[in-house]
């Protein structure tokens, strides 16, 4: 599953993302869809610079 995330105020943003779904990370991608970083805990902060799209690949437990 992706998840993008899209800052449209000219603002630094930060998300918390909260869901239903046995999610165990998330990890950072490029618009691509190509992993680009360290995975995320659920719980984390993640930070989106004014106008920029953030994509991020969800895997979820078994």
Excluded: N
């Amino acid at each position: 599953m992706i998840l993008r995330l899209y800052e449209s105020k000219k603002a630094d943003t930060y998300f918390h993302i909260r869901s239903d779904l046995p999610v165990e990370t998330l990890i950072p991608c490029d618009l691509l869809e190509t992993p680009v970083g360290r995975a995320a805990a659920l719980k984390a902060e993640l930070h989106v610079r004014p106008f920029e799209v953030s994509t991020y690949r969800i895997k979820l437990r078994e």
